[in-house]
DNA sequence: ACGGTCCATGAAACCGGTTACAGCGAGATG
DNA sequence: CATCTCGCTGTAACCGGTTTCATGGACCGT
């Protein structure tokens, strides 16, 4: 008998432990080993105490268990609340989170998102990962934020940074090959017979934004195009700033004849600011992007860009991340390779 | 003097209360009061241990407090694991997802989402939310995901749905007047002159698909408008959904003049069909999409479509949760306003 | 000098798990 | 039969906070 659950709330009858282990008979600690360590514990008291388990719906209080153990399983995402610079908000980055919660869910663990409780001091982060008890953390380049960056990598919290460059004992970083991937495109360019090749990059305290430069000018110069300082326009890797790049580039004196953009959102406002000007792509001016984000397929007629593994992004994450929280030092830095999609914003035919 | 950050170590010294307590010759008592209650504590000793307190990095552990206090901060963000319906991979819920954060960062909340850890069982989220104690929690529309949301729904942890309508002595649901919204939709088509006006549904079994038919049908009915059920295509609310959506309308006997289409991820889907049949948008034929999410602006030649407040919904998600934490009642469902945007693929002229 | 408030604090139980260590009985071994 | 192993289980301390309740002292009015 003992119909505990009379009412509706049966759901709630908060069952403890000690509760589940009086019914059985047994000790707390029984009850405990059959759920953490299950072959070290007779086979009939531990098909009888899942059975009760079962019965009386127990189950096991996380932060009790979290306060005993140290281990939350838990990761901290760091969202960066400046939301004028290229953070979680971007849609790249969108497209990455998926990936990220995934891959980590995969292992085990559950992906926070903390509130960041208007404190902004540096290591605001650090000590609400303490707080936390979180297992590690992943952020994303945010720019200026080297002092918060820093104090987690000191901190020991295992630590995997994404796009922005880290090194410590337990703090690493996934980012693209981000040169390479620029380079690909100015090739790309190149072979279809441009020969005056701009660029809109991203801002240029940012690693990819730089990044990309770097591989932009390698190119040029390997190929034996002149580099034009009055060619390169800075964005801030959103819709508007690509279209007031653009712009600025068609005023130039020489009309580039091909652009390479550091980010597809500037891709699609160099599109329109473009076919605003009265000129097509790719006729006039072949353009090519960098992510591959969803709207890069679905503008018309197609950009061609420079795609990024994003699934790769949130699964080499999640494993270092969880190889670290395991006991192993930091790996190396992954720089993931890119490839060039071709679409119709730099072939005359699809 | 005393610098006791020697080793880089420092930040992980990890004090407890009791050894806070200690160095400041009170008991733990008084310490956790400086944090929880500091009207009552003595001006003099509240500072000495607030001073200590920074001296020493203590951080007070969450997950004890939560054991003792039984309160979180976290809210449980439901991860639909289904990728073939329209889940948080949707861009619409992305842009939502930022929002949510926000409103619920605002008032103190840690959002948590869950590993779905394999089990598929009716309750793996209601259990999932008692393990960690969470304060409350966070749904989207999952279609059939009927038996997981009542299992919630009765459990009696606050929860608000989004768009799946849902009511309990703790739960309630936000969601956009689609019924509403759709007949803007084909008002806007009609004032437009258009006659013969088709739609593009979500699917059937989807809420919002149901009620943005529902509301196509109306609005067809009260401007005296033949209904086709030949001129309704069901979409699966991605682009390859309403690309062969739009081209199973594009055969029928009577070609529509105009198409609402409910939702702008399976609208772009139909520009495509439509260019592809070699017609123009908006000459013959125009069309409104749903959501209003950010390709709806980018792609040419700029998609009409009915917006819905996606601030609103992480906003008014946030406040009745945050109110049925505090002990209120589940208050009555919100209905978001919509607003028609019109772009270039419902008029002549821009 | 005395009883009553009020303020500030401390002692100790409690939240619900985990785990080091000790103990016990059964079977194997000499 | 004594002893040793081994498999299983229980005791109790511990994780790091919160909170009830009791208490001690300062201050007040009479």
Redesign the pocket.
Known sequence: MKPVTARCDSVWS?????E??RLC?????????V???P????????EQVLRTARQIG????E???T????KSFMVGLLWDTDHRRPGWRHPFFQEILIGLKTALSGRGYHLLMLATSGEHTDDAYVRAARRHNLDGVVMIDSGTWDPSLRHLAESGVPCVSLDRPVQGPKATYVTSDNVGGARQAVRHLHEQGRQAIATITGPAHTRPGAERLQGYQEELALLRLPYRPEHVAEGDFYVTGGEAAMRRLLETDERPDAVFVAGDEMAVGALRAISEAGLKVPEDIAVVGFDDIEVAALVPPGLTTIAQDKDGFGAAAAEALVSMINGADAPPARILPTTLVVRGSSTRAI
Request: aromatic share 6%; no cysteine; charged share 20%.
């Open positions: 908060v069952a403890t432990i000690r589940l282990a008979g047994v000790s707390p600690a029984t009850v405990s080993r759920f953490n360590n072959e070290v514990v007779n086979a009939k008291t531990r127990y189950l096991p209080n932060s009790a268990r306060l005993a153990t140290k």
